[in-house]
């Protein structure tokens, strides 16, 4: 079984190199990009319910866009689930930049897990911005 593989990985050695450069090139573009994009974000983006108003051709068309650059990351972070990278972080920033039903509910559920809570705020914290105010505090307060 040990020969089969390293056989194999002597015969695609090409394709093992390509898929660890362009493993590191994804880590490192979402670490620079995340802090970012969750600069971005009011501080209670998670802890408000989203607005259910009617909306024009040009914002249904922005949301097509943002859903599939979402779907993108979305994919991107399963990919990071099987290599080195913040995988469940980029999967709950693709969620958040798309537009469905329920996904409020589902990035809530998702953020609601301290570890992701917590990473959230750290990496928010890398752009001098105050952390998110938590989902279950928000509820508290209502």
Not at 111 to 136: G, Y
Request: some cysteine; glycine content about 4%.
């Amino acid at each position: 079984m040990l020969d089969a593989l390293t056989t194999w990985l002597t015969q695609y050695s090409e394709v093992v190199v390509a898929i660890v450069i362009f493993s590191i090139l994804i880590t490192v573009a979402s670490l620079l990009a995340t802090p970012w994009y969750l600069a971005k974000l009011p501080r209670d983006y998670f802890s408000i319910e989203p607005s259910s108003k009617p909306r024009s051709l040009a914002s249904v068309t922005i949301s097509i866009l943002r859903t599939l650059s979402g779907i993108a990351i979305i994919l991107l972070g399963l990919l990071m689930m099987l290599t080195p990278g913040p995988g469940l972080i980029l999967l709950v920033l693709g969620l958040a930049i798309c537009d469905f039903p329920g996904k409020h509910q589902l990035v809530i559920k998702l953020i609601s897990q301290p570890p992701v809570f917590s990473a959230l705020n750290w990496m928010r914290s890398k752009s001098d911005k105050p952390p998110f105010i938590s989902p279950s505090a928000s509820r508290v307060h209502q």
